[in-house]
Nanobody, 130 residues
Framework: EVQLVESGGGLVQPGGSLRLSCAVSGFTFDESAIGWFRQAPGKEREGISCITTSDGTTYYADSVKGRFTISSDNAKNMVYLQMNSLKFEDTGNYYC???????????????????????RGKGTLVTVSS
């Protein structure tokens, strides 16, 4: 059974930082990709970043480029999202997703959304507030 569990969310002031973690199990971790989405109350989900675990290729949405960094630890089946210079608009539930197919590569927005939602975690809440 594929499981993804996020952690690391919390309350942070604008300009602050958080590091989110996504623990993945039951999945061929080092031959695929993991993506991060977020959803704010009353808004559509937004794909913000992904990493291809086999070669480290990354993608960032324009809204987070230059502020967020995605990384993976293949030995631990973990993906991290370092979030710096947080803004009010970064508030939301952040969750990680995995594609059904092995050998998946994620390198742009199309491939990120193409992962689908079959495998996703429940999310961790990030609140940016003063």
């Amino acid at each position: 059974e594929v499981q993804l569990v996020e952690s690391g969310g919390g309350l942070v002031q604008p300009g602050g930082s958080l590091r989110l973690s996504c623990a993945v199990s039951g999945f061929t971790f080092d031959e695929s990709a993991i993506g991060w989405f977020r959803q704010a109350p009353g808004k559509e989900r937004e794909g913000i970043s992904c990493i291809t675990t086999s070669d480290g290729t990354t993608y960032y949405a324009d809204s987070v480029k230059g502020r967020f960094t995605i990384s993976s630890d293949n030995a631990k089946n973990m993906v991290y999202l370092q979030m710096n210079s947080l803004k009010f608009e970064d508030t939301g539930n952040y969750y990680c997703v995995a594609p059904r197919a092995t050998g998946y590569t994620c390198y742009d927005g199309i491939s990120l959304y193409g992962m689908g939602m079959d495998y996703r975690g429940k999310g961790t809440l990030v609140t940016v507030s003063s």
